[in-house]
């Protein structure tokens, strides 16, 4: 079975433009999760997604928005760049809540703001 | 979820088994212990999980003390490709509300692993 896929795996923007970041789960998986990767804050809970539902939020500016598509494939967007969004991207998928929870992540999209 | 203490680093022979510790006092009955590890600049990779008995996966061994106030991942014979951070975390399967789909990483124990 493939595991979690996620495009771009590399990114440069610059300040002030937004960006699109893709994730497919592993099939068969339902709920998709964000995670924001940086040096000084580790790993960061985003938010997650269900049946095309945002079920949590983690405490990120409304700059950061995600979707899930009735495929189960999600995409988190990110308006109005700063230098601090520059990190890793995760993405992390699983069956669902009550089912057995292990996440299984994805290799990331690393994005770096000029 | 409970939170969780790992030691920051540790190393390893090459070869021999590498006991990574992880503190977990508050841990409630319903929560599992999950183990992760990341290689650098590459998603987290599950490893193994339990609730209270000891587990064994192709990859490691989970030991989970009576009390379960803390555990062991066990790497029986590591290698140099086990370098990595490894990640401790307590959730309960069922979980939900604010805790839907999130793990909540610490900073990890890195292992280094030495010819």
């Known amino acids: 079975k493939a595991g979690v896929t996620q495009t771009p795996r590399y990114l440069i923007k610059t300040r002030g433009q937004q960006v699109t970041l893709s994730c497919s789960p592993i099939s068969g998986h339902r709920s998709v999760s964000w995670y924001q990767q940086t040096p000084g804050q580790g790993l960061q809970f985003l938010f997650e997604?269900?049946?095309?539902?945002?079920?949590n939020k983690g405490n990120f500016p409304g700059r950061f928005s995600g979707r899930q598509f009735s495929n189960s494939r999600s995409e988190m967007n990110v308006s109005t760049l700063e230098l601090g969004d520059s990190a890793l991207y995760l993405c992390?998928?699983?069956?669902?809540?009550?089912?057995?929870?292990?996440?299984?992540f994805g290799p990331g999209t690393r994005l770096l703001v000029l | 979820d409970a939170k969780t203490t790992q030691p920051t680093s540790m190393d390893c022979a090459e070869g021999r088994a590498a006991n990574l510790p992880c503190n977990h006092s508050?841990?409630?009955?319903?929560?599992?212990v999950y183990w992760y590890r990341q290689i650098h600049s590459q998603g987290p990779q599950y490893i193994i999980h339990g609730l209270k008995n000891n587990e064994t996966n192709e990859m490691a061994s989970l030991i989970i003390t009576e009390d379960r106030k803390s555990s062991t991942l066990i790497l029986p014979h590591a290698t140099l490709r086990d370098t990595a951070v490894y990640y401790c975390?307590?959730?309960?399967?069922?979980?939900?509300?604010?805790?839907?789909?999130?793990?909540?990483f610490g900073q990890g124990t890195i292992l280094t692993v030495h010819p």
């Open positions: 997604y269900f049946s095309e539902t945002q079920r």
């Open positions: 975390i307590v959730r309960s399967p069922n979980a939900g509300g604010t805790s839907y789909g999130k793990l909540t």
């Open positions: 508050t841990i409630s009955g319903n929560e599992y």
């Open positions: 992390a998928s699983s069956l669902e809540v009550g089912m057995g929870e292990t996440q299984y």
